[in-house]
Every structure is written in structure tokens, then in C-alpha cells.
């Protein structure tokens, strides 16, 4: 672990600036972090502890939509009545992730912006391609874990358990920068390795997740959030599912949100298992051929392919479920 | 085995409680033999300046240190009763202790206090040793028990959870149950990791075990822990002074071999290898 300091600014404009300069890193619950530090991924020379910013840590509703800062707890998250209410899956996935000590410690812009899992980054002997090598290790090796989906050239998942109920959710990421505010949907916010393997999302130097942003969900939306994981206790899905649905008074499906995660380099929304559903009435059937349609990309690598199974039903109960129907599968 | 002129007894040996609950056991076995309540034995472990004493491991560290210290204890109290007979005016062969106190055999109410005792000790303390004589021939000394396990398997995603298991054990004479309970507890816990989670995973190509944290190399959690009973059958023994036998590994290596045979039982099929995890179960149940 290398000598660092720490520097603790008070606007979001003096954290932006430091964040900005060479050697710089952003502390927040810090229970990514200091991982990454130990394990050399990171080295920086200064901490910048986001933790003294105003206004970060809260949630609040405005007109139905609801703003939850980069400095919320999970344990908060996990527990606010507003969210369990409006958005059950958010919640759930924020109770699901770790153990109660870290989620009393983890904050939403933490679990968003943690780096993978895989074993080979994580690795300080292992000079892999996210870490500017030459080559995955995992896509030919030990790769249990690893995508099913959208991979190459690097085949991490994403780990966040937040950012699945999020998009499922369509909720906006705001960053505030050297050269101002944005407000990125998150679903667009997540990068493929594809277009670049260093990175997993499109924060740019400088720049800081500031809020994430819920739009008020319709009347008769009903979500739920789904985790397959080997152990009960602290352990990363194998698989998860978020999903919103709105069903009319006949059971037809209005809308459908469905996104899987630890399944691929970013969360993966399924359009193909959405367009199944929409239109339709809500059955085991009809939910059993979303989750088919959600894993037709799937090209599992050598020790994977179990996840595609586990994917699929997971994805016809979270359909089930959400719609409020009894799984005869 | 030492006696201390305020009236307590010391225990020391080159043994260590890694959480099995030695210790308190060797206490209670010196406070037994010495007819003293519990809180006036103290047992000193962990150093090597004390008499040597086998690893912990092998589930022997109960069954090897008991004898010895209450042979200790034994020797310990002869040298009480020698001082305690002119006091008594008895021979020492006719002495007994009893609930504290040191008294004459066939005439109880002729009595003086361990504590009365002990202040007329010469020097600072009197001591005795003891050692661990070979097992008396002639006696069974392997341990025996049985187990059982009911799983739950969710067919489709192929993850188990444990809800009961069962543990039927002899382990000889049980000093303490509170601490052989906890045994079996911990033993079960590691055997559920045994049977679901821990594997060692090397990259041949890298050279590399890939899973060498405590986040990647999977151990129970208190949510993986089932409704676990522990049940003890102390079969007599003459093997030792204590008739003590192991316990620890007996509970832990049951474990994973009545969790396959559960899975089995739930699955329709056996899965060969360990630990038993979701792709290994659908795999063998065709799913992958």
C-alpha cells in the first residue's frame, strides 16, 4: 500500500478541480477503495474525501421523482419507506448487496462506480488487459464468474447491485465536472469494454456522480429485484434480475423494464424479453419466453454456461413476481 | 498441577485453545479431581514454558490433555493429604476430598478446608505433574457417530440451502457440554463449507490461485448456518482417566457426505465432487 493524503473539500467545484489533477483519487465509503489501494490497482498520492460535501447524503422526493445523493448509505437506501414503497426493486437491491456492516458504510455512488470482481484484475501479479495488459485472462482461464453476455475483449460483470433497479427504473446520473453539470441516463452511463476496456462507466477525469435521479414511477408499476449467489451471507450474485412491470386490469403487460446483472460488462437491459412481454398477457408461458428471448445473446465462455439457466429463472420469476402472478413453471 | 497458599489451584500446560474450548475443559477436569468449584482452578496455556503437550489437531488435543492433568491433579492432591493428615490426625489413605474441603473417609465431620490447608504450604505453592499414559489396552478408542442433513435444492438455479442437520456422536465422556455443543456447531459450519463453497482454484497457466481472499474463497456466513442438534451417546470407555475421545473433525467430515447423499436424495442424482455447487448441480441434473 503506497503513502498517500488526504484532502477533505467542502464544494463540489474544489473537489471537481482536485479530482482533475494528476494523482488525485475520490474517497467515499472508501470499502471499494482501499481494496483497489492494497491490491495496487490504484496508487494515488491523494485521497480527496468526498464525504464533507453538502447536500450528498440525503433523499429526496419532489414531485413523485426521487433524488438519492452519491453519499447515501445502502443501509438507507435499503431502508427508506419512500423507496420500499415506490421503488421496491431499489431497495431490495440495496438489502441484498455485502453485509450490514458495509452497508452501513457503501454509499450509492460507491456501489456504482466499484470496478470488477474478476479475480485476474484483482490480482497485484497479474498484469491483465483492464489494467492496461495485453491480454483477459479469464476469457481462455478460471472464469466461472465472468460475462455471458457482451464480453470481449475483457469479460468482467459488472458488480453493482444498485445500478440493475436503477436503469430498470430509467433513472439519471448527475455529474458535475470541470466544465459544469450533466445529467447522463444511466443506462448510458455503463461502457462496454468494446469501445474501452480500462474503464466501466463514461466519468471523466475531474468529474463527480453527484445524485441519482428516479423518475416518479407510473401508478401501476410494480417491481422486484432477484439475486442468485452461491453463499447466503456476503457473496456476489452469480446472476441478478430487476424488473418493472405495469399490467392493465386484464393482466396485459403495459410496460416492462428488465435488467440483468453480473451477467455482463455492464448492466444489461433485455429490449428482446421486454418487446416479448408488451401486449401480452401475463403467464408462466409468456414470461418463460421473455427470459428465453433475454438470454438468446448469451455465449457463455468454457466454466460459465450454468449462469445462462440460473439467468433465465430468474427472469421468468422476477416477471412473475413483478406482475403478481403465481409461477406454475 | 499447582496449589497457590490463597487457596487456588493452577493448571499449566503446553497445550492451546484455538477456540474449541480446552481451556475451560482442563479447568474442569482439575477442579473435579481436587473436589474444588470452578472458579478457584486457573488453567495456563499457550506458553511454551510449560510441559510439553501435543498440537491441536487430529481432534486428540481433549483426549491426549485430559489424562494428563488429571493425573497432575491426582498426584497434587496426595501431597495435599499428606500435609492435611497431622492436621487431621488421620493417615493419609484414609483421607478424601470433598466440596472443598479435605476430610477423614469413614468419620466426615473430621474436616479442614482446602483453603486451611493450603495457607501451611512451605513455600509459595506446591506442585505435582502428571503425564498422558498410553491408552489402558483392551478398550475401543476411535470415535463413532452419525449424521444427518436436509437440503433444500432450487432446481432451476441449482443452489442449496441447508436446513437441518443432525448430529448423533459418542465422543467418550463429554466434560463440558456447552463447549462439545460448539464443537459440533463449528464442525458443521466447516463441514458446510466443505460441502458447498471452499475450493482452491489454481491457474495452471499463470501459476496463480486465483481465489486467495477471503472474498473470493467462500466460507460460510451466519446465513448459511441450518438448525443444527447435537446429540451425544457417551459410550463408556476405559481407555484413559478421562474415557475422553475426540469430537471435532467427527462433525465436520459427516457433514459433507450426509449433505451429498441429501442433494442426491433431492436431485435424483449425485454429484461426485466437492464442494457441491450450482453448476455442478445442473450439470449432473442436465441443465447445462
Known amino acids: ?329 | 498441577m499447582i496449589a497457590f497458599r490463597d487457596g487456588h489451584a493452577e493448571v499449566r500446560i503446553g497445550t492451546q485453545d484455538i477456540g474449541t474450548g480446552t481451556r475451560t475443559i482442563l479447568a474442569m477436569v482439575a477442579a473435579e479431581e481436587l473436589c474444588l468449584p470452578l472458579a478457584r482452578v486457573n488453567a495456563e496455556i499457550g506458553d511454551t514454558r510449560y510441559l510439553y503437550s501435543v498440537p491441536s489437531g487430529g481432534s486428540g488435543t481433549a483426549p491426549s490433555n485430559t489424562p494428563a492433568v488429571r493425573q497432575a491433579a491426582a498426584h497434587l492432591r496426595r501431597k495435599l493429604f499428606r500435609m492435611a493428615a497431622p492436621m487431621l490426625g488421620a493417615d493419609p489413605g484414609d483421607l478424601e476430598a470433598h466440596d472443598g474441603a479435605i476430610r477423614v473417609r469413614f468419620e466426615p465431620s473430621r474436616a479442614v478446608s482446602f483453603a486451611d490447608v493450603c495457607r501451611r504450604i512451605p513455600a509459595d505453592s506446591l506442585s505435582a505433574e502428571g503425564e498422558r499414559v498410553p491408552n489402558y489396552e483392551g478398550f475401543r478408542h476411535d470415535q463413532a457417530g452419525c449424521q444427518f442433513a436436509e437440503v433444500e435444492v432450487d432446481s432451476e438455479t441449482g443452489i442449496i440451502r441447508v436446513l437441518n442437520v443432525v448430529a448423533v456422536h459418542d465422543a467418550g465422556r463429554i466434560i463440558d457440554p456447552l463447549t462439545a455443543r460448539s464443537q459440533i456447531n463449528g464442525g458443521v459450519i466447516m463441514g458446510i463449507g466443505f460441502a458447498l463453497f471452499e475450493e482452491r482454484r489454481l491457474d495452471p497457466r499463470v501459476g496463480l490461485m486465483v481465489n486467495p481472499t477471503m472474498d473470493d474463497y467462500k466460507l460460510p456466513g451466519p446465513l448459511d448456518v441450518p438448525e443444527i442438534t447435537a446429540l451425544f451417546v457417551e459410550v463408556a470407555n476405559g481407555l484413559s482417566n478421562t474415557g475422553v475421545l475426540g469430537l471435532g473433525e467427527a462433525a465436520h467430515v459427516a457433514t459433507a457426505a450426509a449433505m451429498g447423499c441429501a442433494v442426491y436424495d433431492a436431485i435424483g442424482v449425485p454429484v461426485r465432487s466437492l464442494p457441491i455447487t450450482p453448476d455442478r448441480v445442473l450439470a449432473a441434473m442436465g441443465k447445462v
Open chain 1, 1 to 329: 500500500m503506497n503513502r498517500f493524503s488526504v484532502v477533505a473539500p467542502t464544494d463540489v467545484a474544489h473537489a471537481s478541480k482536485l479530482l482533475a489533477t494528476r494523482g488525485h483519487v475520490a474517497l467515499a465509503g472508501g470499502v471499494d477503495l482501499i481494496d483497489l489501494i492494497k491490491q495496487e490497482i490504484v496508487e494515488p498520492a491523494h485521497l480527496v474525501n468526498l464525504k464533507a460535501l453538502k447536500g450528498m447524503d440525503r433523499i429526496e422526493s419532489d414531485e413523485g421523482e426521487v433524488r438519492i445523493g452519491a453519499l447515501v448509505k445502502l443501509h438507507q437506501v435499503a431502508t427508506d419507506p419512500t423507496i420500499r414503497r415506490q421503488y421496491t426493486a431499489v431497495a431490495d437491491a440495496a438489502g441484498e448487496a455485502a453485509t450490514p456492516q458495509i452497508r452501513n458504510l457503501a454509499t450509492v455512488g460507491g456501489n456504482l462506480l466499484q470496478r470488477p470482481r474478476c479475480w485476474y484484475f484483482r490480482n497485484p501479479d497479474v498484469d491483465c488487459l483492464k489494467k492496461g495488459g495485453l491480454r483477459c485472462y479469464a476469457k481462455d482461464g478460471l472464469n466461472r464468474y465472468h460475462a455471458i453476455i457482451g464480453g470481449g475483449p475483457s469479460y468482467i460483470v459488472h458488480p453493482s447491485n444498485l445500478a440493475p433497479a436503477f436503469i430498470a427504473f430509467g433513472a439519471n446520473a448527475r455529474i458535475v465536472g470541470p466544465s459544469g453539470e450533466r445529467t447522463v441516463q444511466l443506462e448510458q452511463f455503463f461502457v462496454l469494454p468494446k469501445s474501452d476496456p480500462l474503464r466501466e462507466n463514461l466519468l471523466e477525469p475531474g468529474e463527480i456522480l453527484t445524485d441519482v435521479v428516479i423518475p416518479a414511477p407510473t401508478r401501476a408499476a410494480r417491481s422486484i429485484y432477484l439475486e442468485a449467489r452461491e453463499k447466503q451471507s456476503f457473496d456476489w450474485p452469480l446472476v441478478s434480475v430487476a424488473a418493472v412491470i405495469a399490467t392493465d386490469g386484464s393482466q396485459v403487460v403495459r410496460e416492462a423494464r428488465l435488467v440483468m446483472g453480473a451477467v455482463a460488462p455492464i448492466p444489461w437491459r433485455s429490449p428482446e424479453a421486454e418487446n416479448t412481454l408488451i401486449g401480452a398477457r401475463l403467464d408462466s408461458n409468456i414470461a418463460a419466453r421473455a427470459a428465453e428471448a433475454a438470454l438468446k445473446p448469451a455465449t457463455p465462455l468454457a466454466q460459465n454456461a450454468y449462469k445462462v439457466p440460473i439467468a433465465k429463472a430468474l427472469m421468468r420469476r422476477a416477471v412473475l413476481r413483478a406482475g403478481g402472478i403465481e409461477d406454475t413453471a
